[in-house]
């Protein structure tokens, strides 16, 4: 079952949560990401960039969807947390193993919108593992992302 997420976090800015449970004991204390920025579309060439450069990161040109999907995640969820912005705006959702991002999750799974963006420069190498075959360079990303 997949359930919508919202992502919050402390006014302290200390954590960052995603969660389907939506009961804090104070509302005050809580900060909701997306009534507070303005929304932008997905950005697709600006994740196929992050997705790559997390790919070099990992020593080589090959990372399991599961882990690239999750690093995608971790990686917005912290730009919001330093920087007060995403690195790329997109739906979150609750999965079964964790949060992820919906549109990364599609474009993975080869059904996204802009699907044909992501596999010039990342194919699927087998049923759980994905191999960056083109450089898409960082031209979108700022040095903080």
């Not at 997390?54 to 330093?82: H, P, Q, T, V």
């Not at 992820?100 to 596999?119: A, Y």
Request: hydrophobic content about 40%; overall charge positive.
């Amino acid at each position: 079952m997949v359930y919508i997420c919202i992502v919050l976090s402390f006014v302290d800015k200390r954590n960052l949560l995603c969660s389907n449970d939506l009961r804090p004991v104070d509302p005050s204390f809580w900060i909701v990401y997306k009534a507070t920025m303005p929304f932008r579309p997905f950005d697709t060439e600006k994740a196929v960039q992050a997705a790559a450069a997390l790919i070099r990161r990992n020593g080589g040109n090959c990372m399991s969807r599961i882990r690239l999907a999750k690093l995608l995640y971790l990686a917005n969820r912290r730009m919001l947390k330093e920087h007060g912005r995403l690195i790329f705006d997109t739906r979150f959702v609750a999965m079964e193993n964790g949060p992820l991002s919906s549109d990364v999750q599609q474009l993975i799974q080869g059904i996204g919108h802009d699907e044909k963006e992501w596999s010039r420069f990342i194919e699927s190498d087998g049923k759980y593992s994905l191999l960056l075959v083109e450089d898409p360079g960082n031209s979108r990303l700022s040095q903080a992302e």
